[in-house]
């Protein structure tokens, strides 16, 4: 058996509920999932209650949104199981801060093109407020200008190079925010290295703190994968691995259902072990 430890549901930018994600997990053959929602910690969620109810393990996880400045380019970081899950509220206020001043403005550029209005486009949000352009893009979809969450509509609007009414988010410094990850006592990995192009900021990441990084995910290239797992035995860092499920509000062309991507049980357990070692 193995764990989806990398997971989207309505709480951010996914298509499925928690449940319906965690019984889609179990359903899959999965031993674990981890629910990692981009800038939001599930503690109104029942993980405990849902874990129960559906006989597998469920690990509170978030992905939070930041930027190597330096750099120029943005990194995600995912964090495990946090003992203090209120240090991070001041970074996760920040990342959603910054996007929905973002998503706002773009809402508005929309508007002024197709009649739709922020308050369609806010139908469509989950109780945790998170709203992006998959939601202004499923208002487009009702409102019946494209069956097609991200076809040519989607890039005429929102390609990040030529898209009419993008605005890019000004996410905060990965570094900075690694400040509050480890105030939490969190498991700190790092999220789709090859992604973005983070891979460059790995070796300044493991300086800053992180605990593992994520070696299987759809997007991770061969080249990368090989300097991961050479960075993980050089450091002693853990290994991880998930789909980045979003279900049918995915960018990527392929299809990836629920654990196309995991960990194995022994990375599941690794991680397991430090979170208790953080907790002790």
Known sequence: MSADLHCHTTMSDGSCSPEFAVALAK??????????????????????????????????????????????????????????????????????????????????????????????????????????????????????????????????????????CFVPIKHPDVFEAMNYLRESGGVIVMAHPSVYGSIASLEDLIKAGIHGIELEHPRNKPEDKKIILQAAENHRLLLTGGTDFHGYFTHISRVNPLGSYTASDEQLNALLEKSAQLHA
């Open 27 to 164: 359903n899959s053959g999965l031993s674990a999932i981890a629910l990692t929602d981009h800038d939001y910690y599930p503690l109104a969620i029942d993980t405990d209650g849902l874990s129960q109810k559906h006989s597998i393990r469920v690990i509170k996880g978030v992905e939070c949104s930041c930027s190597d400045t330096a750099r120029g380019h943005k990194v995600h970081i995912l964090c495990y199981d946090c003992k203090y899950p209120e240090a991070i509220d001041e970074i996760l206020l920040r990342c959603n801060r910054a996007r929905t001043v973002a998503v706002q403005q773009m809402i508005k550029k929309v508007s002024e093109i197709y009649p739709i209005t922020e308050e369609m486009v806010m139908d469509g949000v989950s109780s945790s407020g998170f709203c992006g352009k998959q939601h202004i893009m499923l208002a487009l979809m009702k409102a019946g200008y494209t069956n097609d969450m991200f076809g040519a509509l989607f890039k005429k609007l929102f390609s990040s190079k030529t898209g009419s």
